[in-house]
């Protein structure tokens, strides 16, 4: 394992996740949230991210996490492992719901300077309909990328079995 996608909802604890395996792995981490916002959640243009992109998976090792549909592929295409944090929609709108009020205001660390944590509606409805909306689009992602080793995820137990079994 050099190159380790982790995708999956809000709140299933990607950037957990990415933490520990850097740790054992020696592994860069790259939040892809800290990479696509610039200061006080502005966007960047197609044209900026898709190079951005291009320029982050070329590199040798990583530890990505983050969903990101619309590059999704192209970091499949780099990528030897996917985690997929397939976790219940209780558990993500809980977390992501506690991680707000824990953070509120504050910029964390795996977010781009000068985006304070805050309370988005819109936000909280993605999360809310992952499973309708994203879940589809990561399966069929991870179907037309048979190549690439599947770590499928349902809840922490998964998760620490993983973990454990890594032997490192």
């Excluded at 020696?26 to 951005?52: A, G, Q, S």
């Excluded at 824990?102 to 819109?122: I, S, V």
Aim: charged share 25%; glycine share 4%; hydrophobic share 35%.
């Amino acid at each position: 394992m050099k190159r380790i996608l982790i995708v999956g909802c809000c709140g299933a604890g990607k950037t957990t996740l990415s933490y520990v395996l850097s740790n054992l792995t020696k592994l860069p981490v790259i939040h892809l949230d800290k990479e696509y916002y610039l200061p006080e959640w502005v966007t960047p243009n197609e044209d900026t991210w898709v190079e951005k992109v291009n320029m982050l998976i070329s590199k040798p090792e990583w530890i990505i996490e983050g969903n990101y549909a619309s590059s999704l592929d192209a970091r499949l295409s780099r990528a030897d492992t996917i985690i997929f944090l397939d976790y219940p929609r209780c558990t993500c709108v809980s977390r992501v719901l506690l991680r707000t009020l824990k953070t509120f205001r504050k910029t964390r660390p795996d977010m781009a300077q000068g985006c304070k944590e805050r309370f988005h509606w819109d936000f909280f409805k993605y999360v809310w309909n992952f499973h309708k909306t994203m879940h589809p689009r990561i399966i069929t992602s991870i179907t037309n990328h048979p190549e690439v080793t599947l770590v499928h995820l349902r809840n922490d137990k998964d998760a620490e079995k993983y973990i454990d079994s890594l032997g490192l």
